[in-house]
């Protein structure tokens, strides 16, 4: 090969070699970024995150392919949205999947009036001001009603039913929820429908938690509602081991709950809601508006109850709701 040849054959290769890093971060620079904010903690939810891949994956949006998401936890405490919220809004992100409920939608709508929202929440979200209304949400934001939230007064029923000898029922919440006053609210109006006394008690942090369930031991509560909340759930392996330490027959939120040990559960499915959140995450995407998106409203509930821990604390399921039961675990 003469000089001129090798000269023209270098300077051609060291040009594509140039061009194509060139090329490959001018398309990851042209890759969509999801933000995927959330209250809780990574380790507790990782199914709950497989569930969005999953509703993304239907639309053909792949992580680390054709798309990557940016995450943020909070790990449990609420003060600490504001700033990842704050943050994935400066990116920019082009949607922020807001989860774990209404706190997390409230401080995505506080850093950004135009990136599209994409939340789920277990309290009402007209009432939290989240949406306009449930079929035409209006502004930058949409997403999933669980229910959740409500559902306390059915869990107050169940529990009745599954230890009827408890005069007092504690009920756990966690004061810093939006809707807190809401719940509160909720639980006093379900145990005077059912005749019921309810003693209440508080936890937002990990010592608060142990603080309570000492407290049930000392007070005639017999049986524990522990309401629907992420930091609950971040916590559930913590809150299943101090129900069995105090023999404390309790019902939660969900079945990882009951599949964790827990007496029983009782709530919609949170896979579900996961999943549909990627599924709108997906759509949005693809050029359609939260405006134009219905709140998906989820209407799948499960009902779990853990044999092998109601011999463990003394408890007899009757016939009637293990009939009821969607899922029995031995």
Known sequence: MSGMRRREFVSLFGGAAVAWPLAARAQQ????VIG???????GPFAHLVAAFRQGL???????GQNVTIEYRWAEGQYDRLPALAADLARRPVGVIAATGGAAAAQAAMAATATIPIVFNSGGDPVRLGLVASMNRPGGNVTGVHLFIGALDAKKLGLLRELVPHATVVGVLLNPAVA???????????????????????????????DDAFAAV??????????????????????????AARYAIPAIYEGREYAVAGGLASYGTSLSEAYHQVGVYTARILSGAKPADLPVFQSTKFEFVLNLKTAKAIGIKISDNLLSLADEVIE
């Open 217 to 242: 031991s000392q007070t005639q509560a017999g049986t524990l509602v522990v309401s629907a909340d992420p930091f609950f759930n971040s916590r559930r392996d913590q809150i299943v081991t101090l």
């Open 57 to 63: 994956q239907g639309a053909g949006y792949i992580d």
């Open 29 to 32: 620079a042209a890759m969509p």
């Open 36 to 42: 995927f904010l959330s209250v809780a903690s990574p």
């Open 179 to 209: 809707d807190f006053q809401a719940r509160l609210g909720d639980v006093h109006e379900a145990a005077r429908g059912i005749g019921q006394q309810i003693h209440i008690l508080y936890a937002s942090s990990e010592r608060e938690l």
